[in-house]
C-alpha cells in the first residue's frame, strides 16, 4: 500500500526530460523536453507510435538507459527526491522498490533457463534478506493476485512451459512483489493475444487500485490505454504534444495528431469505407525539423508552425499546437457515438 | 532420455566401426608396413616368413577382418617398434597425459570464464583491453611457439623451472602420478601452462562474446528494474545463461586439447600418449597408430555425448523437446 | 489544404561504406591492417629485396652458419638478423617462409571455402537423404581434432607443398561446410527463395545466385579464423618435421631446426622467425576480430 503524499505533493514530477542517443548517424533526441506529473493512486496512459520516445521516457525514469544513449537534461523527481544523478546503489535501492516496471515481450524479459521460483526470490532477495518460507508465501500470494491458477505448480515452472499471458502476469507479479508506488508498464500486452489482453486490462485496474499504486501505461494503442487511463498523454517525436482527463482527450482533441489518431482507431471507422490514415511518416529522430515535428503532415499546418510551438496549458488540459483544434472539434464531437 | 542416450549409443558404435575401417585402411594401405619390422638386408626367405607371420600378404579387408576380431578381445595388436602390446603401451603413457590436460583445462576454465565475463561486462575499461590483447596472443600464437618461449624464458633465462622431462612420480594403484611431488610439479607446471593458454583464450572470449550479448537483452534490463544487483545479475543470470554454450565448447575442446598435447610433449619431452603417436608416426609404427586413432575418436565420442547430456540438462528448453 | 511534404531524413551510405567506417574507428584494426599489408609486400618482394635465396642450397655457405645478428657473411653482406644452421641468412629464409605461409594459408584456406561452402549450401537447400549423409559425414569429421587429422594426413602423404594443402584444406573445409549448412538451412525456409523457385531459374542458380550471397556474413567470419588456423596449422606440422621439405623451410622448420641451439644461448635461429610467424597471425586475428564483431547481428544496439 503505497502511502500518500503527505505535503500534497505529486507521487513522480518529471520536468523538461531530454534523453539524447549518440550514434554515428548522429544524435537522436528520443525525449526532447517532456514535463508531466504523476499523482499517488492514479493511472496515466503514454500513448504514441513507435519511435515517439514514450518507451524511453519510461526507462529514463527508471535510468535504465544503457550507452549510447544518455539523460542529457530535465530532472524526474519521486516523492520530491531527484532521480538523475542519484548514486547507483541508491538508484538500485529504489528499483522494484519503490517503481518497478514490466516490459513488452515477457518470453525475453524472464529467464529461460531459471525456474518461476528463482526468478521471483532474486527479485525479493534484492531488497532484503526474507527467509526460504516468506520468499515462497510473498510469491505464491502475488501469482494469485495477478490471477494466476495454481500458483505452486506455475511457480515450480519455467517460462517457456507457461502461455504467453501466463507469462506476462509473472512478469507483473513480479513487479508488485515489493509493493512499489509506481509502476511502469511499456507496451505489456502487446506481444499477446487480442483475449487475453482484454483480461490483463481488467485485472491490472483490479490491481491497481485495490494496491493504491500509481501507474504508467506505455501503449500505442489508444483504445486499450483508454479503458484503463484516467489521464493521457499523448506524444510525438520525443515531445509530449497533448495531456488531458482521458475522456475530454477523446471527445475534444486539440492537437490535430490526437485527432488523427483517433478518427484512425479501426472502431471508428464507418463500414465499407477505407480506414483513415495519418499520411506521411514520423521524422527519423536524428534530423528533427526546427519547427513543429508534426508539420509535415499536418492539414492545419500554416506559416508559424516553422516555428516550434510552446505548450499551451488549460486547466488539465495542455497542448503544444500554434493551430489546435477548436470549436470546430468540439462540435464533431456531438455528433459521434 | 533413456532412448535417446540409447540411440546416440547405437549411432556411436556405427561411427566407430566406419572409423576403424576409415583408419586402418588408411595407415595399412600406404607404404609398405614389412618395412618398419625387418631391416632391408635380410634375406627373400626370412622376408616371406616374416610377411606371412603378420598376415601382409593377406588382401587389405581380411586383414581389417582379423584386426576386428582381435579388437574384439581388447587385443590392438603388438607395437612394431617397442614389441610390447599396444593397449599397454598407450595405458602406461596415458597418465601423464592426463594429468596436464587436465590440469590445463582446469585452469584455463576457472580463470578464463571470470575474467572473459568481466571483459564482458565493461567492455571500455583498460583492463578488459588488455584481457583481449592477451587472449587474441594467446588464440592466434601456435601452441609449440608459447611452449617454446616458456622454456627459453623460465628454464634458460631464468632457470627457475625444468625445461622437460617428467619428474619425479608417487605410485598410486599402480599408476605413477607427478602432481603429488614437488619436483612432479615444477615438471607439470609449463607443459600445463602451455597447453592451457589456448583454452583460456578462448574460454576468455567465449565468455566475454556470451557476457555482452546478454548484458543487451531485456531479460537483464528487467533485472536490473527489478533492483537486482550487479553480482546478481552476473552470477545467477548471466553464468547461467552463457553456460549452454560453454559447456559445449568445454567438452569438444577438451578433446581438442588432448590433441594439442601432441606437439606440447614433444617440446617439453614429456612421456605421455602424445609423444607415443608423434613418435610412432615418424617410424611407422602402425598398430600405435590404428589404436591411438581410436581410442581418440572413441574420446570424442564420449565427449560428444556428454556435452549433448549436459546440454540437455542445462537448457530447459530442450527437455520438452527430447522426451517427445 | 497545404499537401503534406515527406521530410528529409538523414543522409544514407552504401553498407560497405558504413562497415569501412565502422572498421576504421577502432585504431586496433586499422593497425593491424597496416602491418598485415606490409608483411604481405614484404614476403610477395622477397626475391627482390633479400640478399640471398636460402633455398638455393648452392649459395649457403657452411661456414657462416649460427651466426649472430649483425654479422658479415663470406658472400660479403651483413646477415641482419643472424643466420641458421645450415648457413641460410635468417632475413632472407624468414621472407621467403613468410611467402610459403600466406601461399599455402590463402590457398588452403580458399579451397578449403569453396569445397565446404559449396558442399554446406549444396546439403543445405537440396536437403532429403543427400543432406543428412553429407552432414553426417561432416559431424563426424568435426568431432575430431583438425591438428591430429591434419597430422596423420601430412604423414601419409608424404612432404611438399601440395600434400601439405591438401592435408590442411582435408582438415578445414568441414568447418565452412558447417556454417553454410546453417546459413543455407535458415535461408531455404525464407520467402524470397519460393519465389525465386517458382521461376524458371534452375535449382542451381537458385542456391549459388541467391542463396549463397545470403549465407556470406557467417561464412566470411569462419574465413578469418580458419585463414589464421591454416597458417599456424602449417607451422605446427613444419615444426614437427611433417610439413615442407628441409630444402625450402617455412617458418615451422626454421623454429623447429633453431630449437636445439636456443638452450646454448643461439636464440635467433627460432626466435625471429618465431616473431614473424606471431606478426602474422596475430594481425590477421585482430583484423578478423574486428570484422567478425561488427557482422555480429546480435551485438547492434
Given at each position: ?47 504514441g507510435e513507435?519511435?515517439s ?169 489508444l ?11 499523448v506524444?510525438y517525436a520525443?515531445r509530449?504534444i497533448e ?6 482527450v477523446l471527445r475534444r482533441p486539440r492537437h490535430p495528431y490526437t485527432q488523427g489518431l483517433i478518427d484512425s482507431l479501426p472502431?471508428r471507422a464507418e463500414?465499407g469505407r477505407d480506414l483513415v490514415q495519418i499520411p506521411g511518416s514520423a521524422p527519423s529522430?536524428?534530423a528533427l525539423p526546427a519547427g513543429c515535428a508534426f508539420q509535415a503532415r499536418c492539414t492545419h499546418a500554416t506559416a508559424i508552425c516553422d516555428t516550434a510551438p510552446d505548450?499551451t ?6 497542448w503544444r499546437c500554434h493551430n489546435p483544434l477548436g470549436p470546430l472539434a468540439d462540435r464533431r464531437a456531438g455528433t459521434t457515438? | ?324 | 489544404m497545404s499537401v503534406p511534404v515527406s521530410a528529409p531524413g ?292
Amino acid at each position: 500500500m503505497s502511502a500518500p503524499t503527505g505535503n500534497g505533493l505529486p507521487l513522480l514530477q518529471v520536468r523538461d526530460l531530454a534523453t539524447h542517443f549518440t550514434t554515428r548517424a548522429g544524435v537522436g533526441k528520443a525525449v526532447d523536453g517532456v514535463s508531466f506529473d504523476v499523482h499517488a493512486g492514479e493511472i496515466i496512459g503514454l500513448v504514441g507510435e513507435s519511435g515517439s520516445g514514450k518507451s524511453v521516457t519510461g526507462y529514463s525514469i527508471l535510468g535504465l538507459i544503457d550507452p549510447p544513449g544518455r539523460i542529457d537534461a530535465g530532472s524526474v523527481r519521486l516523492d520530491g527526491q531527484e532521480l538523475i544523478g542519484l548514486s547507483r546503489s541508491k538508484l538500485r535501492a529504489l528499483r522494484g522498490k519503490r517503481i518497478a516496471m514490466v516490459f513488452q515481450d515477457p518470453m525475453s524479459t524472464l529467464n529461460p533457463v531459471l525456474k518461476v521460483s528463482r526468478q521471483m526470490a532474486l527479485a525479493l532477495q534484492a531488497h532484503g534478506s526474507p527467509s526460504p518460507d516468506e520468499i515462497r508465501r510473498r510469491s505464491l500470494e502475488a501469482l494469485a493476485k495477478v490471477g494466476i491458477p495454481d500458483p505452486e505448480r506455475r511457480l515450480a515452472s519455467y517460462p517457456h512451459e507457461l502461455s504467453g499471458g501466463m507469462r506476462q502476469r509473472v512478469a507483473i507479479a513480479i513487479a508488485f512483489l515489493n509493493n512499489p508506488d509506481l509502476v511502469i508498464c511499456d507496451e505489456p500486452t502487446t506481444a499477446l493475444d487480442v483475449s487475453i489482453q482484454a483480461q490483463i486490462l481488467v485485472e491490472m485496474k483490479t490491481l491497481v487500485r485495490e494496491a493504491g499504486v500509481s501507474l504508467i501505461w506505455i501503449s500505442h494503442d489508444l483504445a486499450t490505454v483508454s479503458v484503463l487511463a484516467k489521464r493521457l498523454l499523448v506524444m510525438y517525436a520525443g515531445r509530449l504534444i497533448e495531456e488531458g482527463l482521458t475522456a475530454d482527450v477523446l471527445r475534444r482533441p486539440r492537437h490535430p495528431y490526437t485527432q488523427g489518431l483517433i478518427d484512425s482507431l479501426p472502431s471508428r471507422a464507418e463500414p465499407g469505407r477505407d480506414l483513415v490514415q495519418i499520411p506521411g511518416s514520423a521524422p527519423s529522430l536524428f534530423a528533427l525539423p526546427a519547427g513543429c515535428a508534426f508539420q509535415a503532415r499536418c492539414t492545419h499546418a500554416t506559416a508559424i508552425c516553422d516555428t516550434a510551438p510552446d505548450q499551451t496549458r488549460d486547466g488539465t488540459r495542455t497542448w503544444r499546437c500554434h493551430n489546435p483544434l477548436g470549436p470546430l472539434a468540439d462540435r464533431r464531437a456531438g455528433t459521434t457515438a | 532420455m533413456l532412448a535417446f542416450i540409447l540411440q546416440r549409443l547405437m549411432q556411436a558404435f556405427v561411427v566407430m566401426m566406419v572409423i576403424s575401417a576409415l583408419v586402418f585402411t588408411g595407415v595399412y594401405a600406404v607404404g609398405n608396413p614389412i618395412d618398419v619390422l625387418i631391416s632391408p638386408d635380410v634375406t627373400q626367405q626370412i622376408r616371406e616368413q616374416t610377411i606371412k607371420a603378420y598376415g601382409f600378404d593377406q588382401p587389405l579387408w581380411r586383414q581389417y577382418l582379423t584386426f576386428l576380431q582381435r579388437l574384439a578381445v581388447g587385443d590392438f595388436g603388438r607395437s612394431f617398434v617397442y614389441n610390447m602390446p599396444v593397449l599397454s603401451l598407450i595405458l602406461s603413457r596415458l597418465p601423464a597425459t592426463l594429468e596436464i590436460t587436465l590440469a590445463a583445462v582446469l585452469g584455463a576454465t576457472l580463470i578464463g570464464i571470470p575474467l572473459g565475463m568481466y571483459a564482458g561486462y565493461a567492455p571500455d575499461s583498460f583492463l578488459s583491453k588488455v584481457i583481449m590483447v592477451v587472449s587474441v596472443l594467446g588464440f592466434s600464437v601456435p601452441t609449440f611457439w608459447i611452449g617454446l618461449l616458456l622454456i627459453f624464458t623460465f628454464a634458460v633465462n631464468l632457470g627457475v623451472l625444468p625445461a622437460g622431462g617428467r619428474g619425479e612420480t608417487v605410485s598410486i594403484w599402480g599408476v605413477e602420478w607427478s602432481f603429488l611431488t614437488l619436483n612432479g610439479l615444477t615438471h607439470m607446471f609449463l607443459p600445463s601452462l602451455n597447453l592451457a593458454l589456448f583454452k583460456l583464450s578462448l574460454m576468455i572470449r567465449l565468455s566475454r562474446a556470451g557476457t555482452r550479448e546478454i548484458m543487451l537483452t531485456d531479460t537483464v534490463r528487467f533485472a536490473r528494474a527489478a533492483g537486482e544487483s550487479e553480482a546478481t545479475i552476473l552470477g545467477r543470470h548471466i553464468l547461467r545463461l552463457i553456460a549452454i554454450p560453454l559447456v559445449t565448447v568445454f567438452g569438444l575442446e577438451f578433446g581438442s586439447t588432448l590433441a594439442f598435447a601432441v606437439v606440447t610433449e614433444t617440446i617439453f619431452s614429456w612421456p605421455g600418449v602424445g609423444k607415443l603417436i608423434i613418435d610412432s608416426i615418424s617410424t611407422l609404427d602402425r598398430p600405435v597408430m590404428v589404436a591411438y586413432l581410436m581410442l581418440v575418436a572413441l574420446l570424442f565420442i564420449v565427449i560428444n555425448l556428454t556435452v549433448d547430456i549436459a546440454y540437455v540438462a542445462l537448457d530447459p528448453r530442450l527437455r520438452a523437446r527430447k522426451t517427445t | 489544404m497545404s499537401v503534406p511534404v515527406s521530410a528529409p531524413g538523414p543522409v544514407t551510405r552504401s553498407p560497405f561504406r558504413m562497415f569501412l567506417g565502422e572498421f576504421m574507428e577502432s585504431r586496433v584494426s586499422v593497425a593491424a591492417v597496416i602491418v598485415l599489408v606490409a608483411i604481405i609486400l614484404l614476403a610477395v618482394a622477397a626475391p627482390l629485396i633479400t640478399p640471398q635465396n636460402p633455398y638455393d642450397l648452392a649459395s649457403l655457405v657452411l661456414s657462416d652458419a649460427r651466426r649472430p645478428p649483425g654479422y658479415v657473411g663470406a658472400k660479403g653482406f651483413t646477415h641482419w638478423l643472424g643466420t641458421d644452421a645450415q648457413g641460410r641468412d635468417l632475413y632472407s629464409a624468414i621472407l621467403y617462409g613468410l611467402q610459403i605461409s600466406l601461399q599455402i594459408g590463402l590457398m588452403a584456406g580458399a579451397i578449403a571455402f569453396s569445397l565446404g561452402a559449396g558442399l554446406g549450401t549444396l546439403a543445405g537447400f537440396v536437403g532429403g537423404r543427400l543432406e543428412t549423409l553429407i552432414m553426417r559425414i561432416i559431424d563426424l569429421q568435426l568431432s575430431f581434432p583438425a591438428i591430429l587429422l591434419a597430422l596423420v594426413l601430412a604423414a601419409l602423404l608424404g612432404q611438399g607443398k601440395w600434400q601439405l594443402i591438401a592435408a590442411l584444406v582435408t582438415a578445414q573445409y568441414a568447418y565452412f561446410a558447417r556454417t553454410a549448412h546453417g546459413a543455407a538451412t535458415a535461408e531455404r525456409s525464407k520467402d524470397y527463395v519460393e519465389a525465386a523457385l517458382s521461376t524458371p531459374l534452375s535449382l542451381g542458380r537458385v542456391a549459388f545466385r541467391h542463396v549463397l550471397p545470403n549465407c556470406l556474413p557467417p561464412l566470411i567470419v569462419v574465413a578469418t579464423v580458419q585463414i589464421a588456423n591454416s597458417i599456424a596449422l602449417e607451422a605446427t606440422l613444419s615444426f614437427l618435421g611433417l610439413g615442407m621439405p628441409v630444402s625450402e623451410p617455412s617458418l615451422g622448420m626454421l623454429i623447429a631446426n633453431g630449437f636445439q641451439y636456443m638452450l646454448s644461448g643461439r636464440y635467433w635461429i627460432s626466435i625471429y622467425p618465431g616473431v614473424a610467424l606471431i606478426a602474422l597471425i596475430v594481425v590477421i586475428n585482430l583484423v578478423g576480430d574486428q570484422i567478425r564483431d561488427q557482422l555480429n547481428p546480435r551485438l547492434k544496439r
